[in-house]
């Protein structure tokens, strides 16, 4: 195994490697730094939902220090989406044949089952701290990711798969080291939020088909319709009732297809 350039914490059991990133950066480390951990016993998802960890998968956060305005945090998640499906790619020639793809704004999907999340969590109070006045309106980042390498969680509620069931025999040290080195590419391509065009179409591209059927939970209830793409904020764009919507924030779900009315 290839020793990686970056900077990496190493534990064994850890509550969080997104609270121990934020830690360690608050408390003056140098960044970019990356703390994974064997097995994590409070890993968080979306809307306060755990997510199971194993040693046999991975569990990684990234901190770094941004100077872009804290509004461009959320293209961060689909930055990382993007980096977590070309960090397989680069460590398993057989990767493209399994159906990976991403769904908004911040899973990893294998053909209609989860294989990962990604937590984006950020901070301003290291950035108006003295010891870096450069980083002065910018923000503190931390990427969390989960990525189920070996195993997968039982009794979630909806489909999950690992990268093993699908025929990807690969480590979780492996993949941390192609996902840090894709990390540090794509951040230098969002450049600050200056080049999230970019990030925006190579997210739509690593993603479902336009017209897919899907549902999103929003604040306001239920809305099904069709993905049409990312609008040039990032926020997903959907056709619902021959309208097309822009959503901000929502727990999305794909539909699957049925045999209804063909023949």
Known sequence: ????????VRLTETGSTNADAMRLALTGEELPLWVTAG???GGRGRSGRTW????????????????????????LSLLAGIAVIEAIRATSPLADRTGLRLKWPNDLLIGPAKAGGILVETTTARMMAHREPHFKGGFLAVIGVGLNVATCPEDTGR?????ALNGLAVTPA??????????????????????????????MARAGAFGEAISVQTDTGLLTGTYQGLAPSGALLAEVAGRIET????????????????G
């Open 174 to 203: 492996d993949v941390l080291y192609a996902l840090a080195d894709q990390c540090d590419a794509w951040i230098a391509r969002w450049d600050e939020g200056r080049g999230f065009e970019q990030i925006r179409d190579a997210w």
């Open 39 to 41: 097995r994590q016993t």
């Open 247 to 262: 959503i901000t924030y929502g727990d999305v779900a794909l539909i699957a297809p049925t045999d209804k009315g063909s």
């Open 1 to 8: 195994m290839t020793p990686s350039r970056h900077r990496i």
């Open 159 to 163: 489909a999950v798969t690992s990268l």
């Open 52 to 75: 199971v960890s194993d040693p046999e998968n991975l569990q990684a956060s990234l901190a770094f220090a941004a100077s872009a305005p804290l509004q461009k945090a959320g293209e």
